[in-house]
C-alpha cells in the first residue's frame, strides 16, 4: 500500500448529500446524492484539478456504490461521471435503476 493510499479516505458526508474523498486532511473531490424511497440518485461529481491523474474518481465512485448498496439502496447515475463508471464496472449492474424524470425532479426539488 502506497503512503498516498494510508493518507486517502472517502467518507459519507449525509448533512451535505455527498460522498467527499480526501487526501489527508485536503478535501479533494466528492459526488453528491439526493436519497428518494429506496433509491440514492448521483447526480454530480467534482475532483479538484491538482488531484487529477490519481485514480481518486474510482475510488470515490466505488466506495460510494459500495457503501449505497450495503444500506440496501439503488443505485441512479444521473451524473456522467457514475455512469461511465458503471458501463466499466459491472459488479454494480444488479444495483442500478435508470434514470427517469421522476429521479430528475427529485434532484431539482432538492437543490431548490
Same mark, same amino acid.
Given at each position: ?7 486517502t ?19 479533494a ?5 439526493? %436519497?428518494? %424511497?429506496?433509491?440514492? !440518485?448521483?447526480?454530480?461529481? =467534482?475532483? /479538484? =484539478?491538482?488531484?487529477?491523474?490519481? /485514480?481518486?474518481?474510482?475510488?470515490? !465512485?466505488? +466506495? ?5 448498496v450495503?444500506? /440496501?439502496?439503488? !443505485?441512479v447515475? !444521473? ?7 458503471l =458501463?466499466?464496472? +459491472? ?5 442500478? %435503476? $435508470?434514470?427517469? $424524470? =421522476? ?10
Amino acid at each position: 500500500m502506497s503512503e498516498e493510499d494510508v493518507a486517502t479516505a472517502v467518507l459519507d458526508a449525509p448533512a451535505q448529500h455527498r460522498f467527499e474523498v480526501r487526501v489527508g486532511a485536503e478535501l479533494a473531490g466528492f459526488t453528491e446524492y439526493v %436519497d428518494r %424511497d429506496n433509491q440514492r !440518485i448521483f447526480f454530480h461529481t =467534482e475532483i /479538484g =484539478e491538482q488531484y487529477g491523474g490519481r /485514480g481518486l474518481a474510482s475510488r470515490l !465512485i466505488r +466506495d460510494a456504490l459500495t457503501e449505497t448498496v450495503s444500506r /440496501g439502496k439503488r !443505485i441512479v447515475p !444521473i451524473c456522467p461521471v457514475v455512469a461511465g463508471f458503471l =458501463e466499466k464496472h +459491472d459488479d454494480f449492474a444488479a444495483d442500478v %435503476d $435508470p434514470v427517469t $424524470p =421522476e429521479a430528475r425532479q427529485a434532484v431539482l426539488d432538492a437543490r431548490t
